[in-house]
């Protein structure tokens, strides 16, 4: 008894005695009267976000596979269900689960409806089940006693009290079955399987153990998982040069746009634009009287946020855009900027919305050492945030009221993260079929944030990904597993502030090329038109992206019917988008070695696993390149060394193939791209009814 | 404004409105009146279980780095401070963390004493230091304006009222110098460091963010990452044979076992045996008188769980054993089986424990079709479970009072694992130093679980992985990051219940060849002896993994003084695993390719990276096998193509090697294995003084 009961190690005393003064927090045994008798652990469910901090994401209609670990003490047998429900129902529906092996289960989820699920998992043990299946044993070994029956029968005479009118006789014949008449009786009696279906179904799911914490998945339209989007500048629309346009003219406009294919119609700002310190072409500091001015520059004596600009015409026109752009499956975006001109309203009504310089002056944009004196930032930490956060989300319902579903928001990591958490739940609670996309052109933490805590869409890193190592580096990374739950990519080639390098100096196949790859890489894309379709390359200087002549701060008139546009290349790429569901998702994406560093290939496979689309582009939009593709064949639903077809549907060739390894070529004289659909099955001599 | 405002889709309705009646849950602004400014984000802490459902694990002197992402909007700059306290301790101690790049940030917490560290991370936006920045580029530029130098000036003025007597001066002045001297005097100002010091200890920690949940680790005991284990059975330790043996003989055996180099003696169950269905010799179903039992059939008249087997001797002989033990350098493990015979006095005192069968008998153990007449296991189910789950902690509590600062638990994955979490957390709150190794050959999602709510160590799958790709997968999966977190692998060759196949048929050098592997692949490994040292390869029959003759149900004596013996290896072995720190972690093990499938070669290096081990193992206990290791130079801290020498501290024996490939050769004839240290830096010419 002379041993140190407490061993106590300290490799250096820090702290007096007298800081322990704390309650140590006791534990007590578990207050819940069941927790103790709980046997049942679940953990590890799946889809989970952040531990359950944030909630996954599915489309209308999708089925969601929820796996979890569950397993118990001992050699008992489980069972499991999947429980959920949408947000502001009180029942839980649920379904069953099964095992898929070391002690995975997983059950289907149907969602049905837009809007925020909640989803669980329960489960317990089964004592009837596990006393069947242990009997059959001791049968089968002559060792079952009579008192194993026994145990059997008071299990059933128990359920009887929960049996009505017509399981109560099965039950009833059990229990004689099982006691009374011997082991032969009583073995037919466990081996019955309708004894077993009423057992089950009267189970009483005694201590049955639910996941925690209850996790969510936000149901969003189909659009959020594929879509096509077209941006331009109304005020560009004019049917004639020189001439400001207007939402009319966009809806002359939109039989071209919809005849490319496109689903979604985005546009810049369409709010009054500030005066003060108004930037002129090629964004010149000083403006001359004439010059309209940057549409991110919102707000003027006309009017802030909720207000149409003049020159663009008044709300009865945009009300006929959106319902005409609809009539043709077209949604129209709406850019939020949340940010204004020195001219807003709001900078006069609420001035403690932004930060005061001491001399009175209100604090603008900066990027030191640049300054941006036309816009003024909110102040997301002054004193009187809630009347701000209020107001600016009755921004989006103003418009939402006006029928926009689409939003494209503009710079969202300048903006207080808590904001949007806030802004967009409240907004898709009540509006589940709202779509927001975020314009972060940032650091991938902060794009992964934004994703996380509501944004449906995130512009990403692919205009500047050109090389076949960076585009499979990229695509690998946003196609982890946990980055699926949450994060969806929308793959711009251009915006109206990025004119890539790669678009400057390669011509009209670079845009090609990034067409085909935006659209066959992920389930959504977008490009800005129409400086997109007439392969506008020129930039204002040598090293930037900005566009000479810039639609940000002047009006431009295109000419739609140029001869190398690529509007119906682009109506082509769209078609067999919609056509083919392997492109309208943003999984079942896989690379595939080529011999050549300018060839990249890669497949993509449909949910039901039937058809493959595979892709071939030659990155080079110079050169012809040569070489061969090196197929994971199970990738593309091919056995080994079998023939196959592919079948270029932007050319309409067809080749026989066989095996992983096969020849491509591909010179920007004639094609940059083959996007194959694979055929797998291949008449031979043994179709033909003869044949046997 | 005809448009649809509310576009609901609803692929099928499945629910009647009125269960919609829910009170939908309405998305308020943030209660929390700060809430909305605070602009930090922290996610993804590290170290983290389960999104700190569980404590993570680290041993008394680990400095533990602590990670998170942490970021903003917009552009200002962060601090971030890590913060802890021991359980029981009210305030935080807190360090700096410094930023990694791509928005990780890590600090370090030094965990000095044992017990369970709460952690947490908090962030916040530094106002000034964000100023001074974009001052020096302004500055820089040269477009630092008057009014930017106020914003500073005023910045420090609202310092003031914060700052001591001695800081006071120095805001002063610089509040003069930024204010009214001029952009020169301003500019001194903005750059003056000692300034910047004064204003980041000043700093409000406005609108400070902190990362949620706090999380835990749990500082244990260095043995429990680092321990070498030696089981026996007391009553085979007496000096002559037939005897029954006890506590003093096995106090007697102490110099033997010390002398091998272990520090952890592993007793099985010292109780009382139960005699009703006393199992004989060989697991026979029936026992002669004289028959000794098993020791695991716990309870009998003579007492239960905290009573000591009178053959053995008396708590006074185990208060010195334990004390003998202690006093060089061992500390002694208790078996805790949570199970009892059916005449342990418990099974009268406490029927209500036990699952009745109807004809009031108690249900023995089964595992149908086997039965285990000799044991009751406990009903976890019962409805006085709060009094068994009471009564069974106390055993602990018994033999902790006794100086057991060890357990090794039997079968834990058959007992409620709630009741482990709050036994084991209940215990170690009090006893902060105790370790409890869990005996659960299990399936690996049970053996996870039952590290994660609080077992030390676990036993593995180690006695079945024999060959070169199996022991590679199964080290590199208990690798894993998350796991490494929680899982503290014990390695045993053999236990009392595993004579594997490898040991039956490969003689003295399988022995061996599985020494080598537990002792240096893990931190923490054990054998079971004498049969380990004497390699005892006999199995009660072909297809067996049960020792002939087993001690589990009879008294073995042992020829400790054989020829053959391992006991000189097995000290040779202890010793180097006490001298070589990279021996004595899981941490830091890789595996290097061979040219002879036959051969392993892998190494370990310690957290200073400065000295490896490196280790090659013929796994064939029967034949020489040679070949060429690829080593993988990294690992072990040598540059390319330079020549080292590796010491083998086995054999005494030294190679000078050069590069990735150098040529291996072992003959079981004379070693099986070679442990070599790396030794990077060899004397050249160079090393003389006259050489310059």
Known sequence: ?????????????????????????????????????????????????????????RTLGDEMAVTADVFADGHDCLRARVQWRLDGVLEWDEGPMVALGNDRWQGMVPLLELGRYRFRVVAWIDPFRTW????????????????????GAAMVRAALSRADGDRAPILKRAVAGLEAQGPSVGRRTVLDDELAAVMAGLDERLFASTSEPELEVVVDPVRARFSSWYECFPRSCAAAAGRHGTFADLEARLPYIAGMGFDVLYLPPIHPIGRKHRKGPNNSPTSAP??????????????????????????????????????????????????????????AEHPEWF?????????????????????????????AWRELWAELRAVFEFWVAEGVTIFRVDNPHTKCFAFWQWCIGALKQQHPELIFLSEAFTRPKLMYRLAKLGFTQSYTYFPWRNHKTEIVEYFTEISRLELREFFRPNHWPNTPDILTAFLQTGGVRAFEIRLVLAATLGASYGVYGPAFELAEGRAVREGSEEYLDSEKYQLRHWDLDAKDSLRRLIARVNRIRRENPALQSDLGLRFHDTTADELICYSKSAADGNTA?????????????SGHVELQLDAIGIDHEEQFQVHDLLSGARYLWRGARNYVELDPESTTAHVFVVRRRLRSEQDFDYFL
């Not at 069947?132 to 145990?151: H, L, N, S």
């Not at 005061?356 to 997301?380: M, W």
Request: proline share 8%; with cysteine.
């Open 1 to 57: 008894m002379g041993a140190t009961v407490r061993m106590v190690a300290r490799v250096k005393s820090r702290r007096s005695t007298a800081n322990r003064g704390a309650p140590s927090p006791s534990i007590e045994l578990p207050a819940e009267a069941l927790l103790g008798q709980r046997r049942v652990i679940i953990e590890g469910v799946r889809p989970c976000v952040d531990g359950g901090a944030f909630p996954a994401k």
């Open 132 to 151: 069947r299946r242990d009997m059959e044993k001791k049968i089968a070994a002559g060792v079952a006693e009579p008192i194993d029956f026994a145990v």
């Open 290 to 347: 004439g010059d309209h001015g940057s549409p991110w520059a919102i707000g003027a004596a006309e009017g802030g946020h909720t207000a149409v600009h003049p020159e663009l015409g008044d709300l009865d026109a945009f009300r006929s855009l959106v319902a005409a752009a609809r009539a043709k499956g077209i949604e129209l975006a709406l850019d939020i900027a949340l940010q204004v001109a020195p001219d807003h309203p709001w900078v």
């Open 355 to 383: 930060r005061q310089r001491p001399d009175g002056t209100v604090q603008y944009a900066e990027n030191p050492p640049k300054k941006y004196q036309d816009i003024y930032p909110f102040d997301f930490e002054c004193a």
């Open 613 to 625: 689309v595979l892709v071939v582009v030659n990155l080079d939009p110079h050169h012809r390149q």
